[in-house]
Structures are given as structure tokens and as C-alpha cells.
């Protein structure tokens, strides 16, 4: 009987001298390279290709060790042999056509409605969060939201209640598309956020962002258009500095009386300035500005009589003014 090996739409490639290793690899190293020959990328995110493999991280470590050992895996830098690029070429010519990869990383795998439902039946711990996280999102799933979950639990790595937080999170702030979601979940995963401690100290850190950005949008006028990255860093800046929107409108009102305009890079000046100086409560600035205006005009009444107004507070002033005339005629 004739027998062909189904491709499909999707093909793996290995070097054919992979098979004279194959009776001293366990299982989980040879599961391993088959993982790396599908995305190597997935040799720098040790916790993703773990997962996918099926073993901890010192075994995964152990298995690479392995395959370099062997010849098969080269470390950076390193140049095959001629025969082992011959055998990558010989198994590649049969077919002469670019082959999609097996899996990329930065997919989730596919499950057919089939799976889906052996998934559900096998394990009620599915059940729960898909039910849960209908809750949450206040919808019903389709087999696409049901597999992008599923996928983000299994193959992601995230645990159930990591999940249910970021869900959560994404519905306060008025994300509910599961496939935006996803984007956002690799994101975090790829900051090391997969547990349940972990995704509460980021989602605390987002919210307080997500919160203090709409305030400072409307204090300033702004419209709906994304900030750009210096003025997201200059909001971050604020919060690292511990203050909130009362004290950053204390530095709009300086900014708009020195302007006319409400400007951020000039009240970021401002920030800056008082957070150098170590004032971190709107007491504390108050009386730092009080205590600022009576050297002022201690020093100007002394200067006056020597026939001098210079001042470096004056100085300071007028640089700021100075640039954002130069940013509005620019």
C-alpha cells in the first residue's frame, strides 16, 4: 500500500541528523526542538516554549544544552557545518514552496470546534472561566472568543484568576474585543506578567495612569488624540513625583498666567522644578512659592539700591517663557 505524508498548510523541517540522536533524547528534548524548528524565537522566551513543551524551565535549559551538545542547535555566532546545511537543503528542495511555519509565537493556536468542545467536556476548570469571564465582559463567546481564552491560559501561560483580572481591567477601561485583548495579554506576558500578584500591581499602575490621564486631558483641553511619547512620559514623571491632579493644576494656572496658553512641557518645567527642590504636598509648594517670592523681593530691593535687578529665578522665568514662544512660533 502507497502511503504520503500530509502536509497540509503547514510543514516542519528538521535535519536528518536529528534521527541518529533521537534513541539517547527524551521525549520532552525532542519535543523541544521540534517547538524551536517550528519559531526559534522561542529560544528567548523560556516560559512560552516550556509551556508549549510540556516540561519546567531547568528541563527546557537542559534540553537545549542537549541539541547544542548534538550539533543541531548553534549558538549565536556559530556557522553550521556543510553537511548539516546540506541536509536542511535537501529537506527543504522536494517541495520547491515556501511553507507557512508550523506556529509563530506571537499566535495562538487554533483549536477546531471539535477541540473546543473535548476541551470544555474534559476540564471544568475551562467551564468556570469561560463562564466567569462571560460575566465579566457582560457577553456571550463565540468559538473564536472561547479559543483565544483557552489559548491564553494554555499556551500563554496565564493563570486563571491572571486572566479574570485582566478582563476585568480591560472592561473598566472600555476594552472588550477579545482579540485586542490578546495583543494586551502578550504585551504583559512579555513583561513577565502571568500570575495573579504580578497583574494586580500592573493593573493598579494602568488604572492610576488610565485615571490621571483623563484628568490632566481635561485640565488642559485636550482632545481625543493619543498622547505622543514625550507626553506620556512627562505624565509618568508626575505620578513617579507622587503628585496628583490638585497639584498639577496649581502648575496649569502658573503656566496659563505665564502664557496665556495651557502647555505641558511648560508646566512640566514647573513639576520638575518642585519636585527638585523636594516639594511633594500642595502645602509644602505653597510655602515653597511664598518663601521664593519674599527672596525675590528682598533681592531686588537690595539690588535696586546697588543699581542691579538681575535675578536667577527671573532668569529661570523668562527661559521658560523664551521656549515655549520659540515652540509656538516653530
Known amino acids: 500500500m502507497m502511503m504520503k505524508l500530509n502536509f497540509g498548510q503547514e510543514v516542519l523541517v528538521l535535519p536528518a541528523s536529528v534521527l541518529s540522536h533521537v534513541d539517547e533524547a527524551t521525549p520532552e528534548q525532542l519535543c523541544v526542538l521540534m517547538w524551536l524548528a517550528s519559531d526559534l524565537s522561542l529560544a528567548s522566551k523560556h516560559k512560552q516554549l516550556a509551556k508549549l513543551a510540556g516540561c519546567d524551565t531547568k528541563s527546557l535549559k537542559e534540553a537545549i544544552r542537549f541539541w547544542c ?3 543541531l542547535i ?3 555566532g556559530e556557522e553550521p557545518s556543510v553537511s548539516a546545511m546540506a541536509t536542511v537543503r535537501e529537506a527543504a528542495e522536494p517541495e520547491k514552496v515556501q511553507k ?6 506571537n499566535e495562538l493556536p487554533v483549536y477546531t470546534s471539535t477541540e473546543l468542545s473535548e476541551l470544555l467536556e ?3 476548570s475551562v467551564r468556570v472561566l469561560v463562564d466567569e469571564a462571560q460575566q465579566i465582559l457582560g457577553k456571550m463567546f463565540n468559538p473564536s472568543d472561547i479559543n483565544t481564552l483557552i489559548g491564553m491560559l494554555d499556551y500563554l501561560g496565564m493563570s486563571e484568576e491572571c486572566i479574570l483580572l485582566l478582563l476585568a481591567h480591560c472592561k473598566r477601561i472600555g476594552k472588550v474585543n477579545l482579540r485586542a485583548i490578546e495583543k494586551y495579554a ?3 506576558v512579555d513583561k513577565g506578567i502571568t500570575d495573579a500578584e504580578a497583574m494586580e500591581a500592573e493593573i493598579c499602575a494602568a488604572e492610576a495612569m488610565h485615571s490621571f490621564e483623563g484628568q490632566v486631558r481635561s485640565l488642559f483641553g485636550m482632545k481625543a488624540r493619543a498622547l505622543t511619547s514625550k507626553e506620556g512620559k512627562m505624565l509618568s514623571s508626575w ?11 496649581m502648575a496649569y494656572e502658573i503656566t496659563v498666567d505665564a502664557t496665556g496658553e495651557a502647555s505641558l512641557p511648560y508646566a512640566n518645567a514647573i513639576l520638575e522644578k518642585w519636585n527638585a527642590n523636594g516639594w511633594k504636598s500642595s502645602a509644602q509648594i505653597e510655602e515653597g512659592l511664598k518663601a521664593e517670592k519674599s527672596k525675590r523681593e528682598a533681592k531686588k530691593a537690595g539690588a535696586s539700591e546697588l543699581g542691579n535687578s538681575f535675578d536667577t529665578d527671573d532668569f529661570f522665568e523668562a527661559a521658560l517663557q523664551r521656549g515655549f514662544r520659540e515652540r509656538s512660533e516653530g
Not at 239 to 249: A, N, T
Request: charged residues 30%; aromatic residues 10%.
Open 69 to 71: 551538545k548534538c550539533g
Open 186 to 188: 502578550y504585551a504583559l
Open 74 to 76: 548553534l549558538q549565536e
Open 100 to 105: 507557512k511555519p508550523l506556529q509563530r509565537a
Open 122 to 124: 474534559a476540564r471544568a
Open 239 to 249: 505620578i513617579s513625583f507622587g503628585y496628583d491632579i490638585d497639584i498639577v493644576r
